[in-house]
């Protein structure tokens, strides 16, 4: 991957990102173009019928007249990333979760400067890598992307074992100072990441999407094959041409992600399933179009 390719990517997601920020305004999301951050402007003499707790009285003891505090709605988009590059996002078929995660964050990145937007970021594997928060401006959209395409070519010995998804999450929450939409990208192969997400999205709209692969739920006949988790190190052999022990990675694949819709949505997430196989162009359109319709 390189930035030259991903903006020429990003390029037909511009339609997109025009929609994105109409759909906003139109309340498709509760976070952004609604004025939550009011900023002082400049005072104006009193006029009758002028509510008297809008009065400035510093100013008014100087001037010896009455003035009125003005106020101006803070109405800048503002996006946040929290990417997985922990070691199970290097698995996939046609491509790796990581790749389709990096492209997702990528087109979400220039979406957002495409809308004049501020833009922040959490980059994690067994360790937080990069953290910055959000901030408008074409030399930010860089440098996040810069570091975006930086992550797969990373020697071995820099990826950290595990994945810190719940620290990231909790981190990101530091860094947001006024309600944000918060794409969390991720397999969500992770434990304790639930308290977190419910405590950020009880102020920002957080938007989970789960990277999956076809292999999440169908493996190919391939015999007895050990499996090796290179997050724990932990091996075990697996009988791939067993029809009850596809059926059964099958079915327990299904209630992870039945669980997390679940959590998602009952603490006001909004779960997106991205696949390996699928363009994510089409994939963030598709959605963008659906909270539209809210």
């Known amino acids: 991957m390189n930035t030259t390719r991903l903006a ?17 305004r139109n309340g498709s999301f509760k ?3 609604r004025g939550q951050g009011i900023e002082f402007s400049d005072v104006r003499d009193y006029l009758p019928g002028d509510a ?30 929290i990417l997985d590059c922990s070691r199970s996002m290097g698995i996939g078929s046609s491509q790796t979760r990581l790749s389709a995660a990096q492209e997702a964050s990528a ?16 980059f994690f594997d067994g360790k937080i890598q990069f953290a910055c928060a959000p901030k408008s401006g074409r030399e930010n959209t860089m440098t996040i992307l810069s570091k975006l395409d930086k992550i797969d070519t990373r020697p071995e ?8 998804l719940p620290n990231a999450i909790t981190g990101a929450a530091k860094l947001l100072k006024k309600r944000s939409l918060v794409f969390i990208l991720s397999d969500f192969r992770s434990s304790h990441w639930e308290k ?23 493996l190919p006949n391939m015999g007895t094959v050990p499996f090796y988790d290179t997050e724990s190190n932990q091996k075990s052999v697996f009988p791939t041409f067993s029809k009850r022990f ?5 079915e327990a694949n299904q ?26 162009v089409t994939c963030l359109q598709r959605f963008f179009k659906q909270r539209a319709r809210f």
């Open 31 to 33: 976070s952004l173009y």
């Open 255 to 280: 209630k992870r992600i039945d669980y997390w819709k679940e959590f998602c949505t009952k603490h006001g997430g909004f779960p997106l399933i991205l696949s390996t196989e699928e363009d994510a």
């Open 52 to 81: 008297v707790r809008s009065i400035d009285w510093n100013v008014t003891a100087r001037m010896g007249r009455a003035f009125i505090k003005q106020y101006e709605e803070d109405r800048e988009l503002s996006v946040f990333l």
């Open 196 to 218: 977190p997400f419910a405590t950020l999205a009880q102020k920002h709209d957080v938007v989970a999407v789960r990277i999956t692969s076809p292999n999440d739920s169908e």
């Open 8 to 24: 020429q990517r990003a390029s037909s997601l511009r339609i997109s990102a025009i929609s994105l920020a109409e759909n906003m």
């Open 107 to 122: 087109l979400l990145l220039l979406a957002t400067e495409h809308n004049a937007g501020a833009i922040g970021a959490v």
């Open 246 to 250: 596809k059926s059964e990675w099958r």
């Open 157 to 164: 010995s820099e990826i950290a074992n595990g994945s810190v």
